[in-house]
Structures are given as structure tokens and as C-alpha cells.
């Protein structure tokens, strides 16, 4: 069974670096995609940023410039560096693993970003 364990959530003032990790329990390399998805308090879940087997990365619109997403392939594990947090960064993030016709999701993790 395909498990995400999502870690390196925590608290951290406005301007601060989280580094987020994933690490799957197969590689990522047998993911089309791997993703960064984020949930806030009476919020829809929302995409983050992607990365896709051949490497190619994507971010929304709030984060660009801001948040890198990569990976470790030896390691199985996808990163999300976060930097320059603002409070609206404030949700719990989750890893998304996606094949063919399979989906998996890590637990999540929380971010805090408070004054």
C-alpha cells in the first residue's frame, strides 16, 4: 500500500522558512505528478505547487517567487521550501501522489505563521 508521510510543519513568524518534506513509501518516479496541496481553517483545499516525473514544476499564483518545490529521488521524498511566510500561508499541507488511475495523500502537516 502507497504511503505519504508529510513532515517539517510547525510555527513561524511572517518572513520566516519552513522546509516541508514528503516521503513515499515507493519511488516518485512511479507518480505522474507529485504535489503540495493546502487546507486552511473553512477553506476548500487548494493547490500549492507540482512537480511532474520528468520534472517539471508548477505553483499557484500566491506563492510563486515565494515556494520551491523538489525532490529527492534516491531519498523518495518531494520537498516544499517555503519562504517569506505570511499568515494566509497558514493552513495544513498535504502531499498529493497521483498515477494513472490511483490517488494518495499524506496526513498532512500544519504551518502556522502568526505575528
Known amino acids: 500500500q502507497v504511503q505519504l508521510v508529510e513532515s517539517g510543519g510547525g510555527l513561524v513568524q511572517p518572513g520566516g522558512s519552513l522546509r516541508l518534506s514528503c516521503a513515499a513509501s515507493?519511488?516518485?518516479?512511479?507518480?505522474?505528478?507529485m504535489g503540495w496541496y493546502r487546507q486552511a481553517p473553512g477553506k476548500e483545499r487548494e493547490l500549492v505547487s507540482r512537480i511532474s516525473s520528468g520534472g517539471s514544476t508548477s505553483y499557484a499564483d500566491s506563492v510563486k517567487g515565494r515556494f520551491t518545490i523538489s525532490r529527492d529521488v534516491p531519498k523518495n521524498t518531494v520537498y516544499l521550501q517555503m519562504n517569506s511566510l505570511k499568515p494566509e500561508d497558514t493552513a495544513v499541507y498535504y502531499c498529493?501522489?497521483?498515477?494513472?488511475?490511483?490517488?494518495?495523500w499524506g496526513q498532512g502537516t500544519q504551518v502556522t505563521v502568526s505575528l
Open positions: 515507493e519511488t516518485i518516479f512511479s507518480f505522474n505528478v
Open positions: 498529493n501522489g497521483l498515477r494513472i488511475y490511483s490517488e494518495y
